[in-house]
């Protein structure tokens, strides 16, 4: 099975941005306040909407997605906290209603309501709800809500542990993921997002988080920004700072994905990163759409680079596809597996077509 940690709904039906864009006018002075969702999309649309994803699974041999809504227009840095309930339970939602009508290739994962300034504790009312109503298995966390000019603390204070006690006693990982930026001088995709992937390592690295959440994970996104790539400068300054090895650092708590858009970035991860610390994800449809000259293929077609690695063994690209993400991300593994039924009951249904997802 190959699982794609992740997927955004970067084709939502443009309702859903509409009413945001709504939403943000009526928080203007003077203007009338449009908090609610009253938006009317069918499952029609839904299914439509989600084809260029089903097509894509289909062509590169991946079978199931984790998707979030899409992280460019969280726009924590946007909205209040009430309009950012209302905005996240929209988008919610409508990942909910992808997952529910395509159940073996979808997996929800939450957006937070997130705000400048706002208290962690008032975000996991909806956390809860996703996760145990509508059996979402993580979040994405957004390490900077005000949008490129880090004015939040550190991940490693104290201010954001009621949001990890609650990741913890559920049971679920945090996808650290910034949202667009508002800052010129940090391109979203090109900078921002990498920005904020490194930042967040070397926070980590700094901080004793994970002795008092032991069990809190993390997936820091892009291949890690350029945490691989300096691998040697990491490892040097946590020796210098008695700081744990990285690889005592990261064991059971931070884990890399793959969205790397060419072979020998791909290849440096898978190298320099220990293995069980890699989640396959290809961030498809999203940050780059278009074909490599190079190669004639997608750059987001991130499956490619690890099936041609000739050093990778069959056994560690079981990991990378599926094992480590059933070890992250564990509340999935009731999703994906079909209880096999006891012998009489598989020669009564002989015949029938039941297939784990
Ligand atoms: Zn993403």
């Known amino acids: 099975m190959v699982i794609d940690c992740h997927g955004h709904y970067t084709t939502v039906p443009r309702e859903a941005q509409a009413f945001r864009?709504?939403?943000?006018?009526?928080?203007?002075?003077?203007?009338?306040?449009?908090?609610?969702?009253?938006?009317d999309i069918s499952d029609d649309r839904i299914r439509e909407s989600v084809q260029p994803q089903l097509a894509f699974q289909?062509?590169?041999?991946?079978?199931?997605?984790?998707?979030?809504?899409?992280?460019?227009?969280?726009?924590?840095?946007?909205?209040?906290?009430?309009?950012?309930?209302?905005?996240?339970?929209?988008?919610?939602?409508?990942?909910?209603?992808v997952c529910a009508l395509f159940p073996k290739q979808f997996v929800g994962v939450c957006q937070l309501p997130q705000t400048v300034g706002g208290s962690p504790a008032d975000w996991v009312g909806e956390l809860e709800r996703c996760v145990n109503e509508l059996a979402f298995i993580g979040c994405n966390l957004n390490p900077d809500p005000s949008g490129g000019h880090w004015t939040a603390p550190p991940l490693t204070d104290r201010a954001w542990y009621p949001l990890y006690e609650k990741l913890v006693e559920l049971d679920v990982p945090a996808m650290v993921h910034v949202s667009a930026s508002c800052n010129r001088n940090f391109h979203a995709t090109g900078a921002h997002y990498l920005n904020a992937d490194t930042t967040a390592f070397m926070q980590f690295l700094t901080g004793d988080l994970f002795r008092d959440f032991p069990t809190l994970r993390f997936v820091i996104p892009h291949g890690g920004g350029a945490v691989p790539y300096h691998w040697g400068r990491y490892r040097g300054l946590a020796?210098?700072?008695k700081r744990p090895p990285l690889?005592?650092?990261?064991?059971?708590?931070?884990?890399?994905?793959?969205?790397?858009?060419?072979?020998?970035?791909?290849?440096?991860?898978?190298?320099?990163?220990?293995?069980d610390n890699i989640l396959f994800g290809s961030e498809m449809v999203g940050a780059?759409?278009?074909i490599d000259p190079e190669t004639g293929h997608y750059f987001d077609d991130t499956k490619r680079y690890i099936d041609g690695i000739p050093w990778l063994s069959a056994a560690d690209k079981r990991k990378i596809f599926e094992f480590n993400v059933r070890?992250?991300?564990?509340?999935?593994?009731?999703l994906i597996d079909v209880a096999v039924p006891p012998p009489q009951?598989?020669?009564?249904?002989?015949?029938n077509d039941v297939v784990p997802l």
């Open 21 to 39: 864009d709504g939403q943000i006018e009526g928080l203007l002075p003077g203007a009338a306040a449009q908090l609610k969702a009253t938006i």
């Open 58 to 97: 289909a062509e590169r041999g991946t079978d199931l997605t984790i998707f979030s809504p899409r992280a460019a227009t969280m726009g924590h840095h946007t909205g209040d906290a009430a309009a950012n309930v209302h905005w996240a339970q929209l988008c919610n939602d409508l990942v909910h209603r």
């Open 288 to 290: 780059v759409r278009g």
């Open 247 to 275: 690889v005592d650092l990261i064991r059971d708590n931070i884990f890399f994905d793959t969205c790397v858009y060419h072979y020998p970035g791909i290849e440096l991860l898978l190298k320099v990163v220990p293995v």
């Open 239 to 241: 020796q210098d700072m």
């Open 327 to 334: 070890k992250v991300y564990p509340r999935i593994v009731a």
């Open 345 to 351: 009951m598989q020669s009564a249904n002989a015949g």
